[in-house]
């Protein structure tokens, strides 16, 4: 679904690109699995936990699945949780209520 309209004017380049972060944390892995991708930040560096992008997409993924599986498909929708046939979640922000 693309969106046709606008409320805030913004620059017009780079264009917007039509992907989920879930798309791009999966490209992210396929592309470069072992380079780093987060660091926690704690103040003890020796306490800095480190994911590289196949790790991060690894935990994501898991996460996702414990969500789908801990609530119905119909509750899974409204917040925004969709899987894709090979069995893959991804996350979209939960449509506004009026």
């Known amino acids: 679904m693309a969106l046709a309209e ?10 917007v690109r039509e992907m989920t972060f879930g798309d ?3 490209k992210a892995a ?3 699995p072992d380079r780093l991708a987060l660091i926690a930040g704690v103040p003890d560096p020796a306490l800095r936990r ?6 991060l ?19 899974a929708s409204r917040s925004g949780l969709k899987t894709s046939r090979n069995g893959s979640c991804s996350s979209s922000a ?4 009026a």
């Open 57 to 75: 997409f690894q935990e994501a993924q898991r996460t996702a699945r414990a969500l789908l599986a801990r609530f119905k498909p119909e509750s």
């Open 6 to 15: 606008s409320y805030v004017a913004g620059p017009t380049t780079p264009a």
């Open 24 to 26: 791009l944390l999966r």
């Open 30 to 32: 396929e592309e470069a």
């Open 50 to 55: 480190q994911w590289t992008y196949a790790q």
């Open 94 to 97: 939960p449509a506004s209520r």
